[in-house]
């Protein structure tokens, strides 16, 4: 499975991005693609629509996040952000927000 994290706004506006592959034992631990694929399962990921609610007009400093996971031949993206996010995908946002390396230009 191959998942594919990146945010970007914030207060200070730094992306971030993470690829992230559970077949690859160099890059992640069983332990960590075994915690990563009961956080896709626990937040009903493949169930989700492709993009949240979009946060209230004037709302600024929200973060924005872009979550690609391809699983078997199944690939869906969702877009979302840290003011209407599902609750149940914080989980998981957490767990790649601790993988991400900053992006500096």
């Known amino acids: ?48 629509q492709s993009e949240s609610a979009k946060p209230k007009p004037g709302s600024a400093d929200y973060i924005g996040y872009s979550i690609t996971i391809d699983s078997e031949g199944c690939k869906h993206t969702v877009k979302a952000n840290d003011i209407t996010m599902p609750s149940k995908l914080y989980p998981l946002v957490r767990f790649l927000q601790s993988k991400a390396k900053i992006n500096r230009k």
Do not use: C, R, W
Not at 26 to 44: C, G, P, R, V
């Open 1 to 48: 499975m191959k998942v594919f994290f990146q945010t970007s706004g914030g207060f200070a506006g730094i992306p971030s991005s993470a690829t992230l592959d559970t077949d690859n034992k160099d890059t992640m631990s069983s332990e960590e693609a075994q915690q990563l694929k009961e956080l896709i399962i626990n937040s009903n990921f493949f169930d989700l």
